[in-house]
Every structure is written in C-alpha cells, then in structure tokens.
C-alpha cells in the first residue's frame, strides 16, 4: 500500500512539474516546489532504474524524508551498462543492494561548487568517493558527473554516468 501511495505522489508530482516548466525549459530538469530527491528523480525521467531500485531496498521513505542528501544518481544509461546478472545478484541481497545504493548517498546538501572544492565525499554507506577535476570535468568515485544540481527540497541530486559499486 506505501508503494502505491508513493507511486501515485510521484505521478502527481510529475504532472505539476511537467506544467511549471517554463516554456523551452528542458524535459528533464524538474523544477516542482517541495519536491523531495526521490520525488525529483522520477520526475526527471531518467532515473527509472534507480528509482526501482531504491523501493525494493527500502530506502524511498528514507530518501524522501527531512535530508538534507546529496544524491549521485546514476543514469538509466549508467544501469544499462552493469551486467544484467550482476543486477539480478543485488536484487535478490536487499543488504548488498542497500550498500550500493547507499555509496551513491551523502548526507548534507552538496551542490557541485561544494564537491568540486573537497578531495573526497563520505557516503552513507561508510565509504568515502574521491573527487577530482580533470578538463572541466568532474569526477566522483570512477563516475564523471554528467549532471550537476538538480535541486530537490530535501537535497541535491548530481546525474552520474555510472553506477558504483563498494570495494
């Protein structure tokens, strides 16, 4: 019943911020007042996966809660590329699952011009991602950031073009 209620918020919130965009505003940088990191995710389209992911380990409501998160969100793309039985493995090991999604979480609001500024993020997961800086680009873990600041009510999130995995 959660679930349910959770995917219909996340609808709601995706139909009002499909109509505050401005006009010639992109699709796929929401910007709904009050939307939390999850709420602002699955709004954006192009993190289904992620999304999913996080309901199966239980870490929605905890994502949706007071934060504030700093979310390094891998892209539907960046899960495309991980084994499917590599992902298969994760799904059934909530525990593991947890761990990998919570490599992808800081506690704290991080907007970029913060990461760039520190030598390494520590996650809730208990591990620490080092940050670098290399041709304008930056990188967190072995991810390069391909979309940075996508602002949320409980946070910010960072798109990442691959998922990371702990050590």
């Given at each position: 019943?959660?679930?349910?209620?959770?995917?219909?918020?996340?609808?709601?919130?995706?139909?009002?911020?499909?109509?505050?965009?401005?006009?010639?505003?992109?699709a796929d940088t929401p910007r709904?007042?009050?939307?939390?990191?999850?709420?602002?995710?699955?709004?954006?389209?192009?993190?289904?996966?992620?999304?999913?992911?996080?309901?199966?380990?239980?870490?929605?409501?905890?994502?949706?809660?007071?934060?504030?998160?700093?979310?390094?969100?891998?892209?539907?793309?960046?899960?495309?590329?991980?084994?499917k039985a590599t992902l298969a493995?994760?799904?059934?090991?909530?525990?593991?699952?947890?761990?990998?999604?919570?490599?992808?979480?800081?506690?704290?609001?991080?907007?970029?011009?913060?990461?760039?500024?520190?030598?390494?993020?520590?996650?809730?997961?208990?591990?620490?991602?080092?940050?670098?800086?290399?041709?304008?680009?930056?990188?967190?873990?072995?991810?390069?950031?391909?979309?940075?600041?996508?602002?949320a009510s409980n946070g910010v999130?960072?798109?990442?073009?691959?998922?990371?995995?702990?050590?």
């Amino acid at each position: 019943m959660r679930q349910i209620r959770t995917i219909l918020v996340v609808c709601a919130v995706t139909a009002v911020t499909v109509s505050a965009l401005p006009a010639g505003a992109p699709a796929d940088t929401p910007r709904a007042q009050g939307a939390n990191v999850v709420q602002t995710a699955v709004a954006a389209g192009k993190f289904k996966t992620l999304a999913s992911l996080l309901g199966r380990a239980g870490l929605v409501k905890t994502l949706e809660g007071k934060g504030p998160y700093t979310v390094f969100a891998p892209t539907d793309a960046a899960f495309a590329k991980v084994p499917k039985a590599t992902l298969a493995r994760l799904g059934r090991n909530k525990a593991a699952l947890r761990s990998v999604l919570l490599l992808h979480v800081a506690k704290g609001r991080l907007p970029a011009a913060r990461v760039t500024k520190r030598r390494s993020v520590k996650t809730l997961n208990g591990q620490r991602l080092a940050v670098r800086v290399r041709g304008g680009k930056v990188f967190v873990g072995r991810a390069r950031v391909v979309t940075p600041d996508v602002s949320a009510s409980n946070g910010v999130i960072h798109a990442i073009n691959k998922v990371l995995l702990p050590r």
